[in-house]
């Protein structure tokens, strides 16, 4: 097959332990899975109807390299979350399947220009410039399912500067992960290589340009990196 321009390039994740990648499809997000950060943002919770959206694969930020500060903002902010992506996918899952759907595990920031989406909530209109711009979704290299031990109890941080942000357990959410996929696949049609961004804890604070940030699923995946 021919093209009329260069195809862009196949946006794809490291896999620990290994040199083969993890290419990347689409980027879905929920918001609002944790009480304690919708109650910190002064939003309602509606368990029965979790709150998704997108970001583009090709805003995600892989092995460790730096996040420009984007344009258009003067509060830029952090979301630790744990990513899930997927190996297998369909529509209309049930719970079996949307836990086989795992393929593995990760930890990422959903950065988010806090600005542009009090703005925009105020107004009623899209969070698109908010949340899906260039660069904001820095993700770390991704465990393979079968050798991620997961608990209620396993712990997300985020450290910034070497201040702790943001903790919390995987055991606060509102809708686990596959829960999250079931809900998900009544609205889509997933396909492996999608990636999921499953919510943030309580602490989402400003990010400011020569930041370092290290974000941690604890036992299962890392990420260091700075905002330049």
Not at 54 to 82: I, R
Not at 92 to 113: M, N
């Amino acid at each position: 097959m021919s093209y009329v321009i260069p195809p862009p390039a196949q946006a794809s994740l490291p896999i620990l332990g290994t040199d083969a990648r993890f290419p990347l499809r689409r980027v879905f997000c929920i918001g609002r899975n944790y009480a304690e950060h919708a109650r910190e943002m002064n939003m309602p919770v509606d368990r029965a109807r979790p709150l998704f959206f997108c970001k583009p694969a090709d805003a995600v930020v892989a092995d460790g390299a730096d996040v420009p500060y984007p344009s258009g903002t003067a509060n830029l902010h952090h979301e630790v979350e744990m990513v899930v992506a997927l190996g297998g996918g369909g529509s209309h899952l049930d719970t079996a399947q949307a836990q086989a759907a795992i393929w593995g595990y990760g930890v990422g920031l959903d950065l988010t220009r806090r600005d542009l989406q009090a703005e925009a909530k105020a107004h009623g209109d899209p969070w698109d410039t908010a949340k899906a711009f260039d660069h904001s979704a820095p993700v770390s290299a991704l465990r393979p399912a079968g050798e991620a031990r997961l608990s209620a109890d396993t712990a997300l941080r985020l450290h910034v500067n070497g201040a702790l942000r943001q903790q919390g357990r995987l055991g606060d959410m509102l809708h686990d992960a596959a829960q999250i996929i079931v809900a998900l696949s009544m609205l889509f049609e997933l396909k492996a290589g999608d990636l999921l961004f499953t919510g943030t804890p309580a602490g989402v604070a400003a990010l400011a340009r020569g930041d370092r940030f290290h974000a941690e699923l604890d036992g299962i995946a890392e990420l260091h990196g700075q905002i330049v």
